[in-house]
């Protein structure tokens, strides 16, 4: 894993493309399997194995990036696994278990990812900074093409592609953003996002994706049905009709508070950026709401400090990167200092 | 009230003298009253009035001072009746009510305050920064002999002084201390300090003595018996066997947070150094104990500062000598901003 260095920027935090103000990332994923093999949940480990072989052999031969890397999972240590799940290229479910599986990456922008044998014989992912969907399903349309050209998928000509869950039989596709909501959040609007954005049929989730809590603002956005329409249906629909309807919301509610409410989101932002200037422990969760407001202050342009300095903590103020970076395995007392040590240096070059 | 520029130091602000890293000042107060007038709370306004004047022509004929300063409390606006309050020169209950009463103080220093017509014809108080109280007392006893010479008090040969509430009367003293207290609190040991002090005999009370919170973890501490003991006795005990004791607790409380939990405190002096530069919105109980953290920083040798940019924040910080600070009526939140701008200043100008 020698493309992933910690301080390297992963694609979503690059703050580049339409709306990235809002939108930090846009992400398209398909859910692939293997014709002639059983689905993961119902595979033998040999099957597992076999399944690994098939993918890298493919994958690697496809010329889907100048670089692709290979990972066998089983082999990497823990802590490696869970710098791929802070830098949303695994879920949490791929980085555990003993069971055969696999990711091949881009590098160095980790635009794409592919697990193998997660609950489908291939989960793609293609990611792009801020949002970019069309682009982004462009690509994977691409991708997937490629791989396709080497390999027979499952696919069932009434049905569409198949897939280990029913909720993905079809096109198999699930579009997301990750967006960043705080003068939602702040001006107490961000439930009537949420009811809304469910009647539209999203799914809102937290930073880490499904079960996860909103960590600092961050959310992720994606739409749940994937069945009766076409694909190129889907993105439009969920970028055109619903995110830039979340985008507008969001916007509006930050010019009203700079607007109406300028003292109290200064307050807001200035004290935010005061503890982590001055924090000698930080916990993870304090940290990304701090750097979310700090983040509003930037893009409000209340705070005159680079973008970079905020997207590249909220990369590595997560445990396993903050343990790499360190070189060593941090207790989490221990992790809480080094990561106020981390922030202070940062914060103290950028105004430099 | 010329003499009293919100920019200068208080007394009891001015961190200098024994034990002044504990002690912020040492008071004693003596209650007297006129031989052949009554006691205030039986007096119709005639004789207020009378009293007034006996007591301005004695006390400003006794040489007390190089200058004193007499203040016809009815004839004082509000807001400066509340800065006396605020510089701990008048009770909270002597700012209030249209009967008449007066205020004798020593200028530019402070240190000699005497209310007419409180509870008592006369509330005659000295004060000095630190641990001083064997010299308050001196000095105060020199006052009371210098009145005494002038004006006949009401005096049993039986009870001693007498006072227009029993529990004054005797030797009619009250001895205190405004102390700052922040390890014990951080430690959890405060209310054990609280009880050992009760079962001395002490009363502890808020930044404005009776009544009020503790602001900051400053508290006064004062005797509460003054029947059968001498003066001396009373200043004695207290300052040797009461106070010292406590002082000892918080030195203590301060060595074994910076050798056994220094990051816990180090983040919290930080924290508060941080919210101050930054905030843009300040209520005065959260400076205060903003401010109480910054002072134990100092003190503990964490941060760099003059402790005279703290202490005169605990002042300027108040509610009145902040609206004669801006030379105008505030709005709350309108002063919540006024106040961030000023400790912004004050910290700007001290790292400068």
């Not at 801020?130 to 690509?139: A, I, K, P, Y």
């Not at 629909?237 to 509006?252: A, D, S, T």
Request: glycine share 6%; proline share 3%.
């Amino acid at each position: 894993m020698s493309g992933m260095t910690p301080g390297a920027g992963a694609e979503w935090l690059k703050n580049e493309g339409f709306c990235c103000d809002v939108v930090m990332s846009s992400r398209v994923r398909l859910a692939r399997n293997f014709a002639g093999y059983p689905f993961v949940n119902k595979a033998r480990r040999d099957d597992r194995v076999q399944i690994m072989r098939v993918a890298e052999r493919h994958i690697l031969g496809a010329g889907l990036a100048p670089e692709m890397l290979w990972v066998d999972m089983g082999e990497l240590p823990e802590i490696e696994r869970l710098v791929l799940v802070e830098r949303h290229l695994i879920s949490t479910q791929h980085a555990k278990g003993d069971e055969p599986r696999g990711l091949a990456v881009s590098s160095p922008d980790e635009r794409i990812a592919i697990m193998v044998n997660e609950e489908d014989h291939l989960r793609i992912q293609y990611m792009r900074s801020g949002l970019s969907l069309t682009d982004v399903f462009r690509e994977i349309n691409d991708i997937d093409d490629r791989i396709e050209s080497h390999i027979d998928y499952a696919f069932s000509p009434r049905f569409g592609y198949l897939t280990a869950c029913p909720t993905n039989v079809g096109t198999g596709i699930r579009v997301s953003v990750m967006v960043h909501l705080p003068a939602l959040k702040l001006s107490g609007e961000l439930e009537k996002v949420r009811r809304s954005a469910r009647a539209m049929n999203l799914a809102i989730r937290g930073f880490y994706g499904e079960g996860s809590e909103a960590a600092g603002d961050f959310f992720q956005i994606s739409n749940q049905t994937t069945l009766g329409k076409s694909e190129e249906q889907i993105v439009t629909e969920f970028e055109q009709e619903r995110i830039r309807g979340i985008i507008q919301y969001e916007r509006h509610a930050r010019s009203r508070l700079l607007e109406k409410r300028r003292v109290m989101l200064e307050d807001k932002v200035f004290r935010a950026l005061g503890t982590l200037r001055h924090a000698r422990l930080l916990r993870a969760e304090e940290a990304f709401e701090l750097l979310s407001y700090v983040r509003l202050g930037i893009s409000t342009g209340l705070i005159d400090l680079p973008m970079e300095t905020v997207n590249r903590l909220v990369l590595l103020c997560q445990p396993a990167h903050l343990q790499k970076v360190q070189r060593k395995d941090l207790s989490q007392s221990r992790r809480r200092i080094e990561r106020a040590s981390l922030v202070r240096q940062h914060f103290e070059q950028a105004s430099s």
